[in-house]
C-alpha cells in the first residue's frame, strides 16, 4: 500500500535527518542562496527547508499539502526566524505571484499524476529570471545496483516486483526536460548528485530506520513479513561494524522563470 503522507503516524518520516554538506555544496553549484527568498515545495518535516535557511536565504516557506507534515516541520523550525510552514496543494500554493527567487521541488514530482500543474505554478510563483530545481530519481537512477553505500538498491534486488511500481512513478530526463520547455521556463540544465542521505553509527542504527521505513515510502508497498525479509537480505551484505555512509543516486534539473 502506498504510503499516507496525511498520517500522523508517518509524521517524522521526512524529518528525521539533516541535509548533507554534499547536497549544500550541490546546490551552490546551481545557485547562490544567500539573500534569496525560497519556496520549498513538498518540504515534508522541512529537512531541506532548514538547509536553505543555513544556506543564508533571506526567507524560506515551506508548502506541504499535508497538515501531519507542516505540524512536524513546524516543530523542526522553532525558535528560527524568517523561516515558515503551510498547507498547500503544489500546484496551488497559495504564495503570491513574483514572491520567490528559487523554487525547490526535491522528491516530489514521483508522487504527482501529472506535474505540469505544479511546473506551472512553480513558474507563477517565480520572480523572472528566479530559478526551479527538481531533484528527483530517473529510471536510471532508480536501477543502479545495490551496494554498501548504495543500499536502496537492494531493495529491488529482493523484491524485484518493486522495481516495476519505482520506475512507473519516475519519470526520465526527457519527460521532465519536455514538461519545463513546455511551461515556459528557460535554459533548463540537468546534473546527477550521489547525495549522502544519512551516516548510520551502525548496523542496529540502519535496521532500525528500516524498520521504521524511514523516508523510504517505496518501503510502504512492503508487508512487515517482506520488510524482514528484505533487513535480512540487507544484512547478510554489510559488514557488521563500523559506520554505514548511505547514498542515494539523484538527477537535479534546474529551469530559468
Ligand atoms: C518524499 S516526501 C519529500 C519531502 C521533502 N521534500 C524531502 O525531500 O525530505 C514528498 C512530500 O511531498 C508531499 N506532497 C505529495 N503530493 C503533494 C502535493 N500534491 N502538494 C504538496 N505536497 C505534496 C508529501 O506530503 C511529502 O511530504
Known amino acids: 500500500m502506498a504510503i499516507d503522507f496525511h498520517s500522523r503516524a508517518n509524521r517524522s518520516t521526512y524529518a528525521s535527518r539533516q541535509a548533507d554538506t554534499g547536497w549544500k555544496a550541490a546546490i551552490r553549484r546551481i545557485v547562490e542562496p544567500a539573500g534569496k527568498r525560497v ?129 512507473a512513478r519516475r519519470s526520465t530526463d526527457t519527460a521532465v526536460r519536455t514538461a519545463l520547455d513546455a511551461t515556459g521556463f528557460a535554459k533548463v540544465e540537468m546534473s546527477m548528485l550521489w547525495e549522502v542521505r544519512k551516516v548510520h553509527d551502525g548496523w542496529q542504527e540502519r535496521r532500525q530506520d528500516l524498520i521504521n521505513r524511514t523516508g523510504r515510502s517505496i518501503l510502504h508497498d512492503l508487508s512487515d513479513t517482506e520488510l524482514a525479509e528484505l533487513i535480512l537480505y540487507i544484512e547478510k551484505r554489510l559488514s557488521p561494524d563500523g559506520p554505514i555512509v548511505e547514498m542515494d543516486r539523484w538527477t537535479v534539473w534546474s529551469a530559468v522563470a
Do not use: K
Request: charged residues 20%; aromatic residues 8%; proline residues 5%.
Open 39 to 167: 519556496a520549498d515545495i513538498g518540504c515534508g518535516g522541512g529537512i531541506y527547508s532548514l538547509a536553505w535557511h543555513a544556506l543564508g536565504a533571506s526567507t524560506v516557506t515551506g508548502i506541504d499539502f499535508s497538515q501531519a507534515m507542516v505540524d512536524a516541520a513546524h516543530e523542526q523550525a522553532t525558535g528560527l526566524a524568517d523561516i515558515s510552514f503551510r498547507q498547500g496543494d503544489a500546484a496551488a500554493t497559495g504564495l503570491p505571484p513574483a514572491s520567490a527567487d528559487i523554487v525547490f521541488q526535491r522528491a516530489l514530482i514521483h508522487h504527482l499524476r501529472d506535474y505540469g500543474p505544479c511546473f506551472a505554478e512553480a513558474r507563477r510563483v517565480l520572480a523572472p529570471g528566479g530559478i526551479l530545481i527538481v531533484q528527483d530519481r530517473t529510471p536510471d537512477d532508480v536501477r543502479l545496483p545495490g551496494s554498501a553505500e548504495h543500499l536502496r538498491g537492494y531493495f529491488f534486488e529482493c523484491f524485484p516486483r518493486l522495481l516495476a511500481v519505482e520506475t
